[in-house]
């Protein structure tokens, strides 16, 4: 088990860069002397240095004079295969080979055109000893969010909403009424920080005014998308504050100024999901939370657009109301928070045997598809750059 144990300190460190990479992966390196942890680094970054970097540069720090002779030998846990490319930083590869370790375990393959294995052709072909596919599902849930991205050209998608528990979603009059706890705000606006957009609809921003920041959680403010056909939103209304960039697409104009920018699309009444979808991948947006309202959530639920759903489940009956969206996935978790219910769902055909999380407890699960991947597994990535 000590790939195993390794390769998971490698995940733990990645993603600590889990709001500030995209949409480069979040990655994690070990580096071992002897069974112990000589070195270790995560990229914390786009742009800047990546794990493999990190870790050897820790090393040389700990141990001064004698790194090389630490590094000579030594075994490199990854959770990605190293890049053997100039992309914004030199090869993480010829780093390797440069310090003669010994041997290195890999979590996911990347088949990035310019790396596609080329990485650990590179080692192999150095005398480095190899190992591939430790915990690679682990690897490929955590950068869930970037394989998707590449493999469907579209961003990781998060539908959130909270329902009564006789399924209502909101008023049927335009009034701001809360459904679940301050507790589990406070977790949306955590959530927030790890994804690069919230993205709601007209009526949502008119009946609830919503700022769509992370206010409540030390973080980065995600991109605010907001759907207005006909621009009809007040200019009164938060969405309008410069707190965050904000993206309106609308049919009537393209316009930037400052954080706000206007995207002018067409014939939004037809597929607005794909559409949205396709130019946040162009905009090189990677995940994205749509938080509502129920229109715009059941358009993308009909279209088979989303990866993940999470739902609160209030205690609280109304009389009225508008009806909740009705979700069907495979449930991966079920979490109490403050008397609220919180279940996870994940879009049948993006899992097969994958390892969930049901109320605390490690289960594995038979699901659809043919490929014997979990998760976002499929393996056509882009390079780290």
Not at 308 to 315: D, G, H, I, L
């Amino acid at each position: 088990m000590t790939d195993e144990l390794f390769m998971q300190r490698c995940l733990e460190l990645a993603e600590n860069g889990i709001s500030s990479v995209s949409p480069n992966p979040m990655v994690g390196c070990v580096i071992v002397k002897n069974d112990k942890i000589i070195g270790e680094g995560f990229h914390a970054k786009i742009g800047q240095a990546h794990a493999e970097v990190n870790a050897v540069h820790h090393v040389i720090q700990k141990y001064g004079d004698q790194a090389a002779a630490q590094l000579k030998g030594a075994t490199v846990y990854v959770s990605l295969e190293p890049c053997a490319h100039y992309g914004k930083t030199p090869p993480c590869a010829d780093l390797l080979i440069k310090h003669e370790v010994a041997k290195v375990v890999i979590g996911n393959l990347d088949p990035f055109a310019d790396v596609n294995g080329k990485g650990i052709e590179k080692l192999k072909q150095a005398g480095i000893e190899v190992i591939q596919g430790v915990l690679e599902a682990q690897c490929s849930q955590l950068n869930r969010r970037f394989f998707t991205r590449i493999t469907k050209q579209r961003p990781f998608i998060i539908l959130k909403w909270a329902q009564t528990a006789n399924g209502f979603f909101a008023p049927l009059n335009p009034e701001k009424k809360w459904i679940s706890s301050a507790l589990s705000k406070k977790m949306v606006h955590k959530w927030r920080t790890e994804e690069d957009a919230v993205l709601v609809g007209k009526q949502t921003v008119i009946a609830d005014n919503p700022k769509l920041t992370t206010r409540l959680w030390t973080g980065k403010n995600p991109i605010r998308l907001v759907i207005d056909r006909n621009l009809q939103i007040p200019e009164d209304k938060h969405i309008f504050d410069g707190a965050a960039k904000t993206i309106i697409f609308n049919e009537l104009k393209s316009a930037y100024s400052e954080n706000l920018q206007y995207v002018q699309m067409e014939d939004m009444q037809y597929y607005l999901p794909q559409k949205i979808a396709f130019q946040l991948y162009l905009m090189d947006i990677q995940s994205v939370i749509i938080e509502g309202g129920a229109n715009i959530l059941n358009q993308f639920i009909q279209a088979d657009l989303w990866d993940e759903a999470r739902v609160f489940n209030s205690p609280s009956n109304w009389a009225t109301g508008i009806a909740a969206p009705a979700i069907h996935g495979l449930i991966t978790e079920v979490v109490e928070i403050s008397g609220d219910q919180l279940v996870v769902y994940q879009n049948w055909e993006r899992l097969r045997r994958c390892t969930t999380r049901w109320t605390g407890v490690m289960v594995t699960t038979d699901t659809t598809g043919s490929d014997g991947r979990c998760a976002g597994t499929s393996m056509e990535t882009r390079s780290r750059h």
